[in-house]
T-cell receptor, first 116, second 113 residues
């Protein structure tokens, strides 16, 4: 069974450009999460989808970030326009049941974003 | 707000030696506690978790962790490390009913021959 896959693995863009990160969760997992790790800091929650609906987007840093999950399958996270402080590793995770308190989260390898 | 502290940024251990990675949390009630590992080129993998009951929990790859309420700690241990244990380890917490994991800053483990 395929795990959580993320694309691209690494993206280098210039400040002001747009980047779109994609996450394919494990098939059948309704819950999808985005987390981010800025260099040297902790991994922080961004948002949580249940199917195609945003359950919790309290961690989204600002309106330059847009997450979608059309049809409740894969998800995209767009950063437009990118700023230097957006550099980091973006992790996607999925779970069968909601939340790490009730179900195990399966993480992807992460997409590293470098903004120059 | 809940928080997780991993005081050791980088630890170097000889292969075959014992290992203890420290984790302290700050939270009013008893949280759910986790240890994740990220090996090079891989995603975060759950090593073990504590929800309630026995305070010593066993995980995969020979790891164990002990929940100590009085010290607000959840340290990860392994009696004898292998070169394949070289990775970054993250302690995390979530409170019941909250779907969000709060992570520590991670501890990078290097294994020397």
């Amino acid at each position: 069974e395929a795990g959580v896959t993320q694309f691209p693995s690494h993206s280098v863009i210039e400040k002001g450009q747009t980047v779109t990160l994609r996450c394919d969760p494990i098939s059948g997992h309704d819950n999808l999460y985005w987390y981010r790790r800025v260099m040297g800091k902790e991994i922080k929650f961004l948002l949580h989808f249940v199917k195609e609906s945003k359950q919790d987007e309290s961690g989204m840093p600002n309106n330059r970030f847009l997450a979608e999950r059309t049809g409740g399958t894969y998800s995209t996270l767009k950063v437009q326009p990118a700023e230097l402080e957006d550099s980091g590793v973006y992790f996607c995770a999925s779970s069968l049941r909601a939340g790490p308190g009730t179900g195990e989260l399966f993480f992807g390898e992460g997409s590293r974003l470098t903004v120059l | 707000a809940q928080s997780v502290t991993q005081p050791d940024i980088h630890i170097t251990v000889s292969e075959g030696a014992s290992l203890e990675l420290r984790c302290n949390y700050s939270y009013g009630a008893t949280p759910y506690l986790f240890w994740y590992v990220q090996s090079p080129g891989q995603g975060l993998q759950l090593l073990l978790k504590y929800f309630s009951g026995d305070t010593l929990v066993q995980g995969i790859k020979g790891f164990e962790a002990e929940f100590k309420r009085s010290q607000s700690s959840f340290n990860l241990r392994k009696p004898s490390v292998h070169w394949s244990d070289a990775a970054e380890y993250f302690c995390a917490v979530v409170n019941f009913g909250n779907e969000k994991l709060t992570f520590g800053t991670g501890t990078r483990l290097t294994i020397i021959p």
